[in-house]
């Protein structure tokens, strides 16, 4: 198993190893005192798993991490040293929280910065143009798409969720862009000006213009309307 395989089964050994140390009659302070360690032993991994598993979900798309995950484990051999000998001292579990804080910081880090150069280069490459030659209701469709793909890539870190997220919604959108109409930049550029206030008239319009329109079969989409008309 590799490391970066079986990071997730090492916070759990890590967990499992802190809750032992319960087992066993040391008297009520020292119950107490574990107890409280473990607790937050216990928050902390929780955080590094969650941490490790967006890792993990970016990893198997393709995002490069420039930390290692088995930085996971680390604390865990420490404290296992620790509790072979009876109950840690306060000062091995403040290590091992130290350490497993450490983790995840860096774990998130990394993801953070990689997540932010892979994500934005992605969105990049998308023909975002296109959506100007899209219906009313799909362009409206893809134009929220687009703003929550935005959203996602500033996550610092993101969860598992927003990955899967972005993944699902930039695959949406590029099917939508594929099914858009081929068309110029000029007529791209008109669709965008007809989309405009003032409203253009049909005056403003060139014959080359109106017949690049239907050239690129997209003279459906605008509506001529008489001003003051019934």
């Known amino acids: 198993m590799t490391a970066s ?56 798309l393709g995002v490069a991490l420039s930390a290692g995950l088995a930085l996971a484990d680390a604390g865990r051999s420490n404290l296992a040293r620790h509790a072979a000998a009876g109950l ?41 143009e296109r959506v100007a030659l899209l219906d009313l209701e799909p362009r409206n469709q893809a134009t929220g798409w687009h703003t929550r793909l935005q959203s996602l890539v500033s996550k610092k870190p993101p969860s598992s969720s927003d990955i899967d997220e972005f993944s699902r919604t930039i695959e949406a959108l590029t099917t939508a862009l594929d099914a858009a109409p081929a068309a110029s930049g000029e007529v791209i550029d008109l669709l965008k000006r007809l989309a405009e206030r003032p409203t253009l008239t049909l005056a403003d319009l060139t014959d080359a213009q109106v017949a690049a329109l239907r050239q690129a079969d997209v003279a459906d989409q605008v509506e001529l309307r008489r001003r003051g008309g019934p």
Do not use: C, M
């Open 5 to 60: 395989g079986s990071v997730l089964d090492k916070a759990v050994a890590l967990r499992a190893e802190a809750r032992r140390l319960q087992e066993g009659e040391k008297g009520a302070t020292e119950l107490a005192r574990t107890s409280n360690r473990v607790a937050e032993l216990d928050v902390l991994i929780s955080a590094l798993a969650r941490v490790v598993l967006a890792a993990r979900r970016a990893a198997s």
């Open 88 to 128: 840690p001292s306060d000062r091995a579990f403040i290590v091992a929280l130290g350490k497993v804080n450490a983790s995840t910081d860096t774990i998130a880090a990394a993801l953070s910065s990689a997540w932010a150069e892979w994500a934005t280069a992605r969105l990049a490459a998308l023909p975002v």
